[in-house]
């Protein structure tokens, strides 16, 4: 049973570029979160998809934007992009009538130059 | 709204010996309480949770946390660490049961053991 999967795993941007990160949760599960961690900072939480539609948003500008697919994967891509946005993005899955419980992937480490 | 304080950035400890990791939180609403670690180059796994019931919550590798809601605290323990132990690990909190709320984790423990 897969459990949550990210791509690409590592990626270098320069300022004012756009990215695209990839998650497909884990089997069963309907809803994805995103996270960024910051080198030596806990991960902090950016949004939360759930039929197809943010339901949460964390304090991130309007240039953090995602979309989750009827499949239930999850896309998170960051418009102009800055060197503060240099950092681990976390997708995590989960089933939105269960425990609170999370299922991380490994991380999208990107490097913005 | 829901915030966490993990107390140590770093916590050193030689093995076999105890340790504590501290974790504060601040609530306003119902709390669900969490710990995950991380080890090097991978992603965040559960490792505990307090959802209700019991207080005191035991993980498989014989980490412990007590819920006390008195001094809104959630430490995190372990009688006796091995180097497998060599983790970071992050408190986490959330107002609600299910998966509609979200969970707001605190900076992180470092935890390094010593031979």
């Known amino acids: 049973d897969a459990g949550v999967t990210q791509s690409p795993t590592h990626l270098i941007k320069t300022r004012g570029q756009q990215v695209t990160l990839r998650c497909s949760p884990k089997s069963g599960h309907d809803t994805v979160s995103w996270y960024q961690q910051a080198l030596g900072q806990g991960p902090q939480f950016i949004f939360q998809?759930?039929?197809?539609?943010?339901?949460q948003r964390g304090n991130f500008p309007d240039r953090f934007s995602g979309h989750q697919f009827p499949n239930y994967s999850s896309e998170l891509n960051v418009n102009a992009l800055l060197l503060g946005d240099s950092a681990l993005y976390l997708c995590a899955s989960s089933l939105i009538s269960g425990a609170n419980v999370l299922t991380f992937g490994a991380g999208s480490r990107l490097t913005v130059l | 709204a829901q915030s966490v304080t993990q107390l140590d950035s770093q916590v050193p400890v030689f093995e076999e010996a105890p340790v504590e990791l501290r974790c504060n939180y601040s609530?306003?609403?119902?709390?669900?309480l969490f710990w995950y670690v991380q080890y090097p180059n991978q992603g965040l796994q559960l490792l505990l949770k307090?959802?209700?019931?019991?207080?005191l919550v035991e993980s498989i590798n014989g980490f412990e946390a007590e819920f006390n809601k008195s001094q809104t605290s959630f430490h995190l323990r372990k009688p006796s660490v091995h180097i497998s132990d060599t983790a970071e690990y992050f408190c986490a909190v959330s107002g609600g049961y299910s998966s509609a709320s979200k969970i707001i984790f605190g900076s992180g423990t470092r935890l390094s053991i010593r031979p």
């Open positions: 609530s306003s609403v119902s709390v669900y």
């Open positions: 307090y959802l209700s019931g019991s207080t």
């Open positions: 998809y759930y039929e197809e539609e943010e339901r």
